[in-house]
């Protein structure tokens, strides 16, 4: 093959890739964006967008540096930059440091505070934790990382239906609701970022869904109700294969 650069015959196409990224200090597009169809690198050969079209990228995404606003710190005045979609900017960073260092010493770092064990689910490390904690919440775990090694375990699992494609799910979910929240149906751009994705219940006209359990009448049984649910679900999950196609 040659060489699109510098025309030198190469015999294949993985030995000219890697001549123009050794020679030519630059690697070759793989990708083809199915946004625009412009052609992109991706060193793990992956993503099906480019930068310009990924939708979690740029202003679709919370972090995005563009999203940042300024204001004026309520305590010193002072102006500083902030996400709002984090929460309202208040108080600047100086002074929500010189809070953490004014309240001081947690009290149970330095006071004999009754403690009891207890046993990772995720690992079996014994770990000792507060008795108020303790009794307040579950304590299942020794650390973070073992939580998300559960959840991990949990996501992997052949049961979840959005196994490794949630951000595909989400993104066509987005695409058919016109990225409209189908709760109130305010839009993207009226709020700054994508609506949550939510389960709804539009495509459906049952008078049997709309009632509560309750008030279901003996013409109308919990089972018959149930049923009609459980078409829905098979309905969607249709539409779904449908759209991958």
């Known amino acids: 093959m040659e060489c699109p650069t ?9 030995g000219m890739r890697q001549h123009h990224t050794k ?5 070759l597009p793989n990708r083809t964006c199915k946004g625009c169809g412009r052609e992109f690198y991706d060193p793990k050969s992956r993503r099906s967008y480019c930068d310009s079209c990924n939708p979690n990228a740029g202003e679709h995404n919370g972090n995005w540096k563009g999203a940042k606003e300024t204001t004026d710190c309520k305590l010193c005045g002072s102006t500083f930059s902030y ?45 000792t934790v507060l008795k108020s904690k303790a009794e307040r919440d579950p304590v299942r775990f020794c650390s973070q990382n073992c939580l998300r090694l559960w959840l991990t375990d949990l996501w992997d699992s052949n049961g979840n239906r959005y196994n ?23 839009s993207r751009d009226e709020i700054g970022h994508e609506p949550d994705v939510i389960t709804s219940n539009r495509y459906v006209n049952s008078t049997i869904l709309s009632l509560p359990t309750r008030s279901i009448t003996s013409s109308v049984s919990v089972e018959a109700a149930t049923d009609t649910r459980n078409s829905i679900e098979s309905v969607d999950s249709l ?6 196609q």
Do not use: M
């Open 83 to 127: 996400y709002p979609s984090d929460k309202d900017g208040v108080y600047c960073p100086s002074c929500v440091e010189a809070a953490d260092e004014f309240l001081g010493t947690p009290y149970y770092e330095y006071h004999d505070i009754e403690r009891v064990k207890r046993v990772c689910e995720q690992c079996g490390r014994i770990s």
């Open 6 to 14: 510098c025309g030198h015959e190469l015999e294949t196409e993985r």
């Open 164 to 186: 490794g494609r949630w951000r595909t799910v989400r993104r066509k979910s987005l695409e058919r609701d016109n990225h409209t929240c189908q709760e109130c149906g305010i």
């Open 23 to 27: 020679v030519h200090d630059e690697p």
């Open 239 to 244: 539409r779904l294969r449908r759209s991958k």
